[in-house]
């Protein structure tokens, strides 16, 4: 599978790299919702969140979370900090490669989420536990 994270580790379209080991690099995404924003991926071509095995998901969100903190100690604006991971085109992936997405926000950044009117209408205690227990049904940890 390529993708334009294969290419990016394969040096085959530049990138500004954080950090990389064995397992997983962070780099600078292209079209930033503000400045810091940064991707962090596993060096394996894996499409789906999970799929990764435990050892790289683990390694992958402790460089998030270092990560993070440096864009904290740094002097990138930075009042709040998202992690967005998107799984699937229905979700937003638009590349088929995992990765995890750590962009700063401060007040009045003009990023926002939209939520559809049904967000707006809590479902009853029943139907929440009908969801629950259809997911416990494939919970295998």
């Known amino acids: 599978m390529s993708t334009i994270f294969t290419k990016i580790l394969a040096g085959e379209v530049p990138a500004s790299f954080v950090y990389?080991?064995?397992?997983?690099?962070?780099?600078?995404?292209?079209?930033?919702?503000n400045p810091g924003h940064v991707l962090v991926?596993?060096?394996?071509?894996?499409?789906y969140f999970?799929?990764?095995?435990?050892?790289?998901?683990?390694?992958?969100?402790?460089?998030?979370?270092?990560?993070?903190?440096a864009i904290r100690d740094s002097e990138i604006?930075?009042?709040?900090?998202?992690?967005?991971?998107a799984d699937g085109a229905s979700a937003g992936q638009e590349t088929a490669h995992v990765h995890l997405h750590i962009f700063p926000r401060f007040q009045d950044d003009g990023f926002e989420?939209?939520?559809?009117?049904?967000?707006?209408?809590?479902?009853s205690r029943?139907?929440?536990?009908?969801?629950?227990?259809?997911i416990r049904q494939f919970l295998k940890l």
């Open 77 to 85: 604006p930075a009042e709040g900090i998202n992690l967005f991971l």
């Open 20 to 33: 990389r080991d064995d397992e997983v690099a962070a780099f600078m995404d292209i079209q930033p919702v």
């Open 41 to 47: 991926i596993p060096i394996a071509p894996i499409e």
């Open 50 to 69: 999970y799929e990764l095995d435990d050892e790289t998901c683990g390694h992958l969100f402790q460089v998030a979370k270092k990560t993070l903190k």
């Open 113 to 123: 989420l939209k939520f559809a009117e049904r967000y707006f209408q809590l479902p």
């Open 126 to 134: 029943t139907d929440l536990d009908a969801v629950a227990y259809q």
